[in-house]
């Protein structure tokens, strides 16, 4: 944990992504909600040692008095390890500007960041600050968050002067709304943001003056709307831009990466952690999603978040000069081109097969901003775990879609790509195994019935094929990767993913979802 001025930067983010195949023994149901969140915050801290909880009221619904419950059901551990200092506590809440059924729950959050303090202050028996900071969730230009900075300020905080009468004040009833600021993180998401990460975190630390910044970057909604290669590159472009404004501002910005455990969504697992750390240089915290806390053993997941705790902040991003920046960004027009043609084209069977992809978490309707960013048409698609779930049931990982890209890449361009993402041949050969080409061969044998049940034309889910074959071919030859099964657990999950395929195509909804299921535990993730 990293110390700026007076505060800890957290290393490891515990989040409620609902990307876990398995549920934790303590859950009662298939849904992670509820009281059982509240336990789940605490069994990140005091069985995982995660430093920080991202307390999620974006797209879900969440138990807004989670301090007061905490410290009432566990005070022998909260005694020890203080909320605000020693372990951290943070909301993501709605952003006004793209839920608007939820403005109010943004302002019912920040709220609560007022009464967390009173209870916090009870039972700690002096002032003390639970909670401090907030995420803003598609944050795409700095005035956004100069604006939460100032509700909070001049709305809520300021409130206890309002006079009520001749001569009575707000505090002087219901007590003062501390604290009095409050912090603000911006998670970043979309390609044009991402490009434009500096220019959005500087508008806020000019108007602002924060003492630091900390800045979240994505992985998994990158990946889901432009592919694997665009995700990794932006990240890197946004990290090299944020390391530059923290130099010329004299700020110190501290970057946080939301990855989950497969290469699609950013590959951090305990057999790829010295690869992970390797690859997304510059980072003082990372998040711990559900597959990792679920799906793999406790000891195993412990022992990752330990390494982390300890080895992160991971030294400086890779600077990324001007001349170079011009050729990675024609690099990834080019690829999120051949990424979105063929998502477009396979995002009926994708919307078929993600309906069998169990709910982990209880989330409200969400299309992603693939959904908002369509430039032609008007595809929707399933959020970027149950998009990529829904591929890998089907035997094709969707690191390989847009592989064409590959070989298209000029000498400069592939330069550029081997200094700029330096895992992506390891990436996807750790994917090759869950490509299954029986099941390929079965979608072209049985072209009429599955373009029957998804609502395509043959001709276009024929067309589609091809393309994912040319994708694989492209991967095959300029990185010799060799795809399909290879361990004895991959050919396991071929077959499930083939009996998936075949109960799908049966209309056997209880066999293919448990197809699906069994497939992900393979692989200890749903997406």
Known sequence: MLLAGDRKIPATMSTQHPDNANLPEWCNGTLIEGEMEVYEAYFAYSQLGCQEVMWDSEGKDVDTRVVRKMLDKFPEFFVEHELGRDIFLTYRVPNPKIEGAERKVFVET??????????????????????????????????????????????????????LGEEVKVKSWIGSFRPKSIKVIPLIEDYDSMLAADRIVEQYIVTVKPKYMRAFIARSDPALNYGLLCAVLLSKIAFSKLKLLEEKMGVNIHLILGVGSMPFRGHLSPDNVEKFMDEYKGLSTVTIQSALKYDYPLDKARELVNTLNRRLPNGDPQIIDSAEEEGMTALLKKS????????????????????????????KLHIGLFGYSRRVGAISLPRAIPFAAALYSLGIPPEVLGGRVLAELSDGEWKLMEKNYVNLRHDLNAVAGYLSWRNIEMIDALCNSISEKVSMSKENLKKVLKEVLSDIKAIEETLGISFGPRKLSERKHENHVNNFLISFLEGDNVGASMSLLEAAKIRKCLG
């Open 336 to 363: 999120r081109r051949f990424y979105e043609r063929i998502v477009e084209d396979l995002a009926p069977l994708i919307n078929s097969v993600a309906s069998y992809v169990p709910a982990r978490r209880a989330r």
């Open 110 to 163: 920040l709220y609560n960041i007022a009464v967390a303090c009173d209870v916090a202050s009870t039972f700690y028996m002096r002032d003390v600050t639970p909670i401090f900071e907030v995420i803003l969730p598609y944050t795409t230009d700095g005035v956004e968050l100069v604006w939460l900075h100032n509700y909070y300020r001049n709305v809520i905080a300021a409130a206890d002067e309002i006079l």
